[in-house]
């Protein structure tokens, strides 16, 4: 239709006015034809009462246009500029409370082109809606994986938000270390570790990509809590670069949404990062903690252990044995051999004294050939005890240099807390480096406590 004006009702009125003037305008022949006389029908005022019935059937075809279709074309103009104020609010605030499907949404009572393009906009409606939602979750699930670089705290927040925008019932993150897999968190599974051996999840990683378990609805998942039946596992690898860093596993017992699975395809990635960067950070703090040639505690680290120990015995009103030892004539052993010999005899004492240590004892290497052992819950008599097991196993072994064997002694000192009432780790440092000078003065390669 050709377009007079810039407004389409003003051009409909325009029309269909016209159109009934035309037909007021050719009425009075049609009735002419149906038999009625000239004098009649083909007057003035007939012509001037079927132009004015005609432009009142036009008005009224206007105005019932305007109250079927036009009240329709506003309510759905009415929810575009609402949805485009909410999408400004959004993008300035982040705010997407009141952007919700059912504020925006168009009833469809019609079907025709009206009612087309109400359902098309009531499915632009629950796109924008989802793609809230997915960016909403992804913000969320980003701002816990930036908070967090200790992996322990990582794993256990990013569990509790995949579970939370899966909709999932239970679930685990397993971390690759060393070539084997282990648990990092786990929510739901009274027996996490049996992932670690799963099949699905070895798939997985092998195979790069995600494995869906469908599982019959007689078999039931033991939960923290309670049982529950699970339709639906997800296994998804999390790779960095193409290195296997561990895997998801989520349990759901209504099954997955295609929403849900692609939420989860962007939180993968995301993790992985925050994986990679996590035992990045853990292989940093851990080489700043080790002495880069025993590979045991260095003094900064090993010290701050020794404050953390001699605080949880005052706690605890428990024990802390404090063990200074020191290879005897070293000087001798750099001159005869050299420094590189001297290096491996440090190494040889270090990994000595480690294999004869508990489980929870710290050797931290204190300066140059002395060490220092911390032993939670060893008295003078336990301590030492272990101190001579130490200094034997020392002087029974060697260090090969070239066709020669190199073998070393060791002096030590040892003392106690509560047994010395001391007021300070430090103090506990100092009588057991008291002790060790008097093992030394003493004629060497012996235990003294102090």
């Not at 959004?90 to 079907?111: I, P, Y």
């Not at 909403?136 to 927040?157: C, G, I, M, N, P």
């Not at 869906?212 to 339709?231: A, H, S």
Request: hydrophobic share 45%; glycine share 8%; with cysteine.
């Amino acid at each position: 239709m050709i377009r007079l004006t810039r407004k389409v009702f003003t051009d409909l009125a325009i029309w269909m006015i016209g159109l009934g003037l035309v037909m007021g305008l050719v009425f009075p022949f049609f009735v002419g034809m149906m038999g009625v006389p000239a004098e009649l029908a083909l007057t003035p005022w007939f012509f001037a009462a079927t132009m004015t019935a005609g432009c009142m059937v036009g008005g009224a075809n206007i105005w019932l246009t305007k109250s079927v279709v036009g009240i329709r074309l506003r309510t759905l103009a009415d929810r575009m500029r609402f949805v485009e104020t909410n999408l400004r609010t959004f993008a300035q605030t982040g705010n997407a409370e009141k952007c919700t499907v059912d504020a925006c949404h168009v009833d469809v009572d019609s079907e025709d082109e009206i009612g087309e393009s109400a359902k098309a906009f009531n499915y632009l409606v629950e796109s924008l809606a989802y793609s809230h939602r997915t960016d909403a979750a992804v913000r969320s699930f980003t701002e816990v994986l930036s908070s967090h670089l200790e992996l322990d705290v990582l794993s256990s927040k990013a569990l509790e938000q995949l579970l939370e925008h899966s909709e999932a019932a239970a679930g685990a993150i397993l971390i690759t270390e060393e070539g084997e897999l282990k648990i990092a968190s786990s929510q739901g599974i009274r027996t996490p570790d049996s992932l670690c051996k799963s099949d699905h999840v070895r798939r997985a990683i092998q195979t790069a990509s995600r494995v869906t378990v469908n599982l019959p609805q007689d078999v039931t998942v033991e939960g923290i809590l309670t049982n529950f039946r699970p339709r639906e596992v997800l296994v998804d690898p999390v790779f960095y670069k193409e290195v296997p860093l561990g895997a998801i596993v989520l349990a759901s017992g209504a099954g997955f949404k295609d929403d849900a699975k692609s939420r989860l395809d962007l939180f993968r990635h995301g993790l992985a990062l925050a994986f990679n960067n996590a035992l990045t950070h853990d292989r940093l703090q851990t080489l700043a903690a080790l002495d880069p040639l025993t590979g045991i505690y260095n003094r900064r680290f090993g010290m701050a252990r020794l404050h953390e120990e001699f605080g949880r015995a005052i706690r605890m009103t428990g024990t802390l044995g404090v063990m200074m030892l020191d290879i005897d004539h070293f000087k001798k052993v750099n001159d005869t051999y050299g420094h590189l010999a001297g290096d491996r005899v440090l190494v040889h004492v270090a990994k000595t004294t480690r294999a004869a240590l508990r489980e929870g004892d710290v050797l931290m290497r204190y300066g140059g050939e002395e060490f220092l052992v911390i032993l939670p819950a060893a008295s003078k008599a336990n301590s030492h005890d272990l101190g001579e097991r130490i200094r034997r196993m020392v002087e029974d072994s060697s260090v090969a240099e070239g066709d020669q064997m190199i073998c070393v002694t060791i002096s030590i000192g040892i003392t106690s807390f509560p047994e010395l009432a001391a007021a300070s780790d430090q103090e506990l440092v100092k009588r057991a480096d008291e002790a060790l000078y008097s093992a030394k003065e003493s004629g060497r390669n012996r235990v003294i406590v102090g």
